[in-house]
């Protein structure tokens, strides 16, 4: 079973960086793309930056220039570099891992979330 563990949440100033990583666990899993969602206080969670497998990224509008998601080289793995923080980005993240996997001897496609790493910025 394929499991995806964040970590790297915390609380930071404004102004100030963090660096969230996420890992999918099962040697299997090949992933066609990994990401981050995030879901502040009473809103909608909503996706925030992903890569697919060949390196293409996509960032919305709000974290451009202050975010940089990477993978991890050849691993199931991707980190997310938070720069210059506001507290506006104050959430729970979430990662997001999409691919294939070998379940039960067959090749089967999924999406699997991590559990959430809280990102607190104060002002």
């Known amino acids: 079973q394929v499991q995806v563990v964040e970590s790297g949440g915390g609380s930071v100033q404004a102004g100030g960086s963090l660096r969230l990583y996420c890992a999918a666990t099962?040697?299997?899993?090949?992933?066609?793309?990994m990401g981050w969602h995030r879901q502040a206080p009473g809103k909608q969670r909503e996706l925030v930056t992903a890569?697919?497998?060949?390196?293409?990224?996509m960032y919305k509008d709000p974290v451009k220039g202050r975010f940089t998601i990477s993978r991890d080289g050849a691993k199931n793995a991707v980190s997310l570099q938070m720069n210059n923080l506001k507290p506006e980005d104050t959430a729970v993240y979430y990662c997001?891992?999409?691919?294939?996997?070998?379940?039960?001897?067959?090749?089967?496609?999924?999406?699997?979330w991590g559990q959430g790493t809280l990102v607190t910025v104060s002002s």
């Open positions: 997001l891992a999409t691919g294939t996997a070998v379940l039960g001897g067959t090749e089967k496609y999924v999406e699997v």
């Open positions: 099962e040697t299997g899993f090949s992933f066609n793309a």
């Open positions: 890569i697919t497998s060949s390196g293409g990224t």
